[in-house]
Structures are given as C-alpha cells and as structure tokens.
C-alpha cells in the first residue's frame, strides 16, 4: 500500500459554513490525502454574514501548534497550501514555519510544494492592512505556485485588466517582479467584456528549458455571490497540480526536452481539472439559490408576508446561509472532474 499523500491547510476557520480550511478540508480528503489543519482564525461564521464572533490568531499561535506538529515528527507533508492569514507579522510567522518545514523535509529527501494564495482583498477591496502586502511580496519568490484574484494580480502587479492583453503583460510582470514559477490568475473579467457572460482563467508555467508558457480557459460567468471560491480553488490547485507534477517527474519519456508536450503541463491540466470541478460547485451552489428563492417568493405569496428587503442584515444573513458552497452535494464531480473547456495557448 502506498504511503498516504499528507498536506498541511494553513487558513482561516469558520464552525458554519465553507470558507478557508472548511471549503478545503473535505474536498481534499475526498481525493484521498491525509490533511492537517492549522487554522488561522476561529470564527463562527465568515464574514460576508456582515456579524460574527471569534478570535484571530497570533503569530505565536501559528508558531505554537508547528511546534507541537514538529515536536512529535508529524511534519513528513507532500504539499502546504496557504490561504488567509490576518496580519503582517502572522503571515510573515507563516513563512517562517514553511520555510523551515520544507528545510526539514530536504534533509530526508522530500520535496515539499509550496501552494500560495495571497490571500489580501477582492472586488477592488482590500481587507488585509496595507503592511501585508510587502510581506507577501517578500514571500512570492519562495512558492511553488501562486493563485491571485483579479484584484490581488492587479495589486501585485500593478496592471489594470482592460483587456486579455493586460492580464498577459500582468502574467510577464509577476514572473519579472518574483520569479514564481507556476501562477494561476484564478478568475478575471476584463473591462471589454461589456456582457460580463464569461471570465478569464489565465496561468504562466516555467519550462525545465526556461522558456515561459502562458494560457487560458474562458469560463462561464455565473451569476450568483459565492464565498469560498478562492479558497476551493487553492486547495483543488493543492491536489491537481502535485499529481500532474510527480507524474512528470516520473516520466521516462524524453521525446520532447521537458519529456511531456505542452498540452501535459502539470500546471496547465491542473488548472483545466480544477476549474471544472469549481464550475460544477458552483453550478450546484447556484441551483440550490435558485431553488431557494422560488422557494421563499411562494412562501411569501401564499402567506402574504413580504420576504426581507434586499440590503437589509436580516436577508443577507439568511440569503447568506442558503448560498454556501454544496460541497457534499458535488463530490462526485470533486473525484472525477468532467473537463469540458480546455486550455488555449494564444491569450494575446
């Protein structure tokens, strides 16, 4: 029997909901990987709820539970994927356990990938403060693979998306800047897509004979508010990408200078795979809202009592609650993705 593929998940907590290590912990155990998790905050709902309770953890914390993990040698991970980490001196403590934990794992032999999400704001907000962003500047380099939002790319690399043209100058400016060698730009709209129908997924692979490829997927833009998505993707990312990038490791096939064609590229099949399990998620998310809207409007009909005005912190919550993520609902699609859109290489 082969030994157990072991992560570590370093991001938030939520007890209701699936946002941080909740939107990754199942997903990941469905494809057979033993996960720690080493939580960040504790919270009892996410925060899109506009009012929850719970304690952010301090960079002390972090560092406490890794040593307890390292006292007793449970430390022998494949992958660490990070998320949402709140303040400067956590995320650098974060670092400081990932470096030290890939050092560790060197000794004996075994590689440690590093999936990075730098996790700092979205929809032209940021909600990390402002002395985050050097410190995940300083971390970037040290990654694996990195997977921004539209406004983190943008933040990083200091390029507007007005055209697809501006995510590829965006793409070259963040390998320039930092040297990552895998990123994944996880969603983008550019501002001529005047119908807003589809969004961009857009990634940049370093070659083992140093040349760059950058590709695409255009996605089907579904209109609904989702939490958890970034969250989801990372960890999919976690589990796509190390399988694609041992097999090509392995691989005893030297046709070609990287032993694989451009089409098999760990990070371009990871990102076809991922992105079609998220599409399903989200479809099967967006049913349910839907289910449940129709719901409540003939309830309200039949009743005669009005449901709460959109806006107000009653209706949130509860349109909050019904719109989390149907993870459990999608496992099937979650083991064995149904990839429908492919990769293209001519982004601009």
């Known amino acids: 029997m082969a030994d157990a593929k072991r992560i570590l998940a370093v991001s938030s907590h939520v007890v209701h909901g699936y946002v941080g290590n909740r939107a990754s912990t199942l997903p990941l155990q469905l494809l057979q990987w033993d996960v720690d998790v080493l939580n960040t905050v504790s919270f009892s709902n996410h925060t899109g709820y506009t009012q929850w309770r719970g304690d952010r953890h301090s960079a002390q914390h972090i560092r406490d539970i890794y040593t307890g993990l390292k006292m007793n040698t449970l430390t022998d991970y494949d992958v660490v994927v990070t998320g949402y980490i709140p303040g400067a001196e956590a995320v650098r403590e974060v670092g400081a356990v990932v470096q030290e934990l890939r050092r560790d794992n060197a000794e004996l032999g075994r590689e440690v990938l590093w999936i990075l999400d730098p996790v700092m704001g979205d929809e032209h907000k940021l909600y990390v403060a402002p002395d985050v962003i050097p410190v995940y500047e ?21 390029i507007q998306f007005h055209t697809a043209a501006d995510i590829t100058k965006a793409l070259g400016i963040l390998y320039d800047k930092f040297g990552t060698p895998n990123i994944v730009i996880s969603s983008a709209v550019t501002g001529d897509n005047v119908k807003k129908d589809e969004f961009i997924c857009a990634g940049q692979t370093l070659r083992k004979d140093g040349s760059l490829v950058r590709f695409y997927l255009r996605l089907p833009f579904i209109n609904a508010y989702f939490t958890g998505t970034g969250d989801l993707f990372a960890s999919l990312m976690s589990d796509r990408f190390w399988t694609y990038y041992t ?29 079609a399990i998220v599409q399903a998620v989200l479809r099967n998310t967006a049913d349910e809202v839907h289910k449940y809207n129709v719901r409540e409007d003939k309830k309200a009909a039949e009743t005669g009592i009005a449901r709460p005005e959109p806006g107000t912190k009653e209706r949130r919550i509860r349109d909050m609650k019904f719109g989390e993520l ?18 293209r290489f001519d982004l601009a």
């Open 326 to 343: 149907r993870l459990i609902q999608s496992q099937d699609k979650i083991r064995v993705p149904d990839v429908v859109v492919k990769a």
């Open 138 to 158: 300083s971390l970037l380099p040290l990654a694996t693979v990195i997977t921004p939002n539209q406004f983190e790319a943008e933040l990083l690399s200091g």
């Open 247 to 275: 097999a090509a490791k392995n691989n005893n096939n030297n046709n070609t200078a990287d032993g694989y064609n451009d089409a098999e590229l760990p990070l371009v099949r990871a990102v076809e795979d991922v992105s």
